[in-house]
């Protein structure tokens, strides 16, 4: 029995026997924060009302009320179409254009205001502010250019592969106002996994940037473009053209050349579209807004696709509710927007509700841990979000610095990682200075926008708990077998949410039957059922239930790592690892991290008769690195003589997990080699 129990956890159906879930921190339970009374004076939501008027017998009315934050060209025939799960339909029939709605729709009333705060890292250069208007110029600018030059229309898609720019809010809008579906990916991936994703997106067009500022360097960024098309043309896939913004207008910063007919200078090319505005195409609230790629249980990472009417609703009201943004506010997100946090809460939740957003380029810590709190001082930003890593290394290199600066934060968020109490303490007191009221937001890049977090003008804090769910969003525990545990029980198992919302994906691009599979065919208690109430949604993490309905995220249960709040797959380090021909087995584990909570540590073994050395270890550090990029750079690469297995041949991940984590691997005498075990430890240090 209770063999057959370990064979159905889901870490092992999916090949690893270890899970983030499985070597979370345990932490006590912990005493309240009280929101300010000035805060809640002032914030959009206070009425707890909100969680009748969003009871799940309610479902799915309620969400009429986010759409309502939006401009419509044609109203919706129906909020929500469940009749093909688990592909929901929503604001079925409605027509919108997400450009309008994050530029247009503001510049009756808002058009001299700051949209858009650039903030380079080099200091001496001077922030950016870029008012509604400006940002109406330029995105149609551009948008003129994509049509027109590009020949791009509604519904292509369009990789870019940009850094932390005001040019990629731009660039982003832009397709929206088109109706182009854009595919960022993150600038700190290498040129093989942007090549990854044009290719399974099949963008003909590729927008990057000639360098920017990083750590103190200007990268050159367009060498990353020339290897992605290099790369996504041996998987068949041609890029045909390359438009590359300048870091510096009118000056090309890069040491790349320019490849003669497929790479053009969007500077160079723009004065052209001059003066050119471009009507926003209305779309049906249910064609797809972007791509997310993300990394899962399998090699390929897979895009996540959201929808616009949905999607943009979803962020609109949580970006109002939750993060609290009124029109005067100062908002601030330090996430990168190549990850989900960015495009919802940088991008699009702000702009819909025409806030001041930064857009900064740098590294926090960079030329010292005072650098936020001066940039917070100097553009009076009033509502910050970051993640753990983030805030722990702020807390580590500089933790009396917050009060040497004049800013004052309502509101802070965090997001990513579980938080440690310690450090959610060190935010409140530091950097909040004790006013700020901190929301823990839990949510993914699937999900679109938050699941879990206090309601900020209503609920107590708790640190290290996400909170309860946001109104309308209806969570559920089950154990490995499927049962309901009960709510508010305090043990642990797979966190899913009954009902569906406005913002979950649409559906993993041409993958339809990989995101059934993946987030519904474990709790669907009838595939057959074309009831909404036979479909949770996993969302593939560890979580417990405290008394008081607050939910506290553990981690990942599946082959995920998630190294400083970015996700990556055990099973893409681990491909990267065997492209090394000298390696015939790797096997990847998460280590606890006190900066970046946690660091992949990669085991490796080698062909029979090869020796262990520093060059292997070396050559296997750079394949990652080069196939996924330097995020993905493991702490360490450890080779070792075998595999802990069992007697299937299977690695146990779990045992290496435990040497890595220094953890006692428990018993191991029914692996087939359990000798090896003293090897890897001492192969380890
Ligand atoms: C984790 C990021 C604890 C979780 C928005 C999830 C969190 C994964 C929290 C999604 C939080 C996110 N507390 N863990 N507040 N927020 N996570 O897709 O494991 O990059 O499944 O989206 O991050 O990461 P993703």
Redesign the pocket.
Known sequence: MAEQRARRRPSEQSGAEVS?AQIAVHWQEEAYFAPAKEFIAQANLTDKGVFKRFSLDKFPGYFKEFAELLDWYKKWDKIFDGTNPPFWRWFVGGRINACYNCVDRHLARHKNKTALHFVPEPEHEAIQHLTYQELYVRVNEFAALLRDFCGLKAGDRVTLHMPMVAELPITMLACARLGVIHSQVFSGFSGKACADRASDSESRVMITMDAYYRGGKLLDHKEKADIAVTEAAKDNHKVDKVLVWQRYPGKYSSPTKLVEGRDFVVNDLLPKYRGKRIEPVRMPAEAPLFLMY?SGTTGRPKGAQHSIGGYLAYVTWTSKYIQDIHPEDVYWCMADIG???GHSYIVYGPLALAASSVVFEGVPTHPDAGRPWRIAEELDVNIFHTS?TAIRALRKEGPEEPAKYHYRFKHMT??????EPEVWKWYHKMVGKKQAVIV????????GGFL??TVPGIHKMKPGS?GPAIPGIHPVIYDEEGSELKAGSGKAGNICIRNPWPGIMQTIWKDPDRFVHQYYSRYCRNRKSKDWRDWPYM???GAVQAKDGYYR????IDD?I?VA???LGTKEIESAALLVPEVVEAAVVPVADPIKGKVPDLYVALKPGLDASEEIAKKVSASVVSQIGAIARPRQVIIVPDMPKTRSGKIMRRVLAAISNRQDPGDVSTLANPEIVDKIRTAHG
């Open positions: 983030e993300t990850w989900i946090t753990p965090t997001v990513g990682e579980p938080i823990d937001t839990w949510w993914q890049t699937e999900t879990c977090s996400a969302a593939g993490d995220i553990l981690g990942r995920v998630n709040g970015h996700r």
